[in-house]
């Protein structure tokens, strides 16, 4: 099985809290690099892009075209936590990506890491994440914070899974 993962990271201001230590940015960053590093080593023939949100806006750190330690490099480097994240802006470029390179016969994945219990869209997420059903992209939520309502039903919608990271250890399990 060819499976294409994108990742979403929320890095937007909430990614500073402490509640992890020491922040919940640093975590992450740790957490999703030995994630990342146990995916392609399970599946070799897989893909992976990375997308991070913060300051109202979503920027692709990697596409499937780079490296694993390209993308990995560019994770660690991320340092601008700031503002509100956009979780439809990140779907938007997310879905974009996917329907650009993915192939039909692969399985078309999406995880969220949420950071925040804010977020700032531009249009109706709702129409978003109805596409990305219609695009059969399985989109599966990690939250940080509460359960946000509309990640709740981003996953359930798509077929997903949507998990409340309890602590660290949680994290890395569920990760």
């Known amino acids: 099985m060819i499976r294409y993962l ?4 929320d890095f937007s201001r909430a990614s500073l809290k402490q509640d992890l230590r020491p922040n919940r940015a640093v ?6 690099t030995s ?4 995916f392609i080593d399970q599946n070799p023939l897989s893909k992976l892009s990375i997308i ?4 109202q806006r979503a920027i692709c750190i990697s596409d499937f075209d780079q490296p694993i330690y390209v993308s990995i490099q560019r994770l660690r480097q991320v340092d601008d936590f700031d503002g509100n994240p ?4 990140a779907l938007e470029i997310a879905k974009q990506q996917i329907e ?6 692969a399985v078309k994945e999406l995880l969220l890491v949420n950071s925040s219990i804010t977020n700032c869209d531009p249009g109706n997420i709702n129409e978003t994440i109805k596409e990305l059903k219609a695009a059969k992209i399985v989109c599966s939520v990690i939250s940080l914070s509460a359960a946000m309502f509309i990640l709740q039903n981003l996953a359930k919608t798509t077929n997903g899974q949507f998990y ?4 660290r ?3 890395e399990e569920i990760a």
């Open 6 to 9: 994108t990742i979403i990271v």
């Open 27 to 32: 975590v992450t960053k740790e957490i999703l």
């Open 35 to 38: 994630f990342i590093q146990s």
């Open 52 to 55: 991070a949100t913060m300051n």
């Open 86 to 89: 956009s979780y439809q802006n």
């Open 100 to 105: 650009l390179s993915v192939p039909p016969y």
């Open 164 to 167: 409340m990271a309890k602590n």
């Open 169 to 171: 250890e949680h994290y």
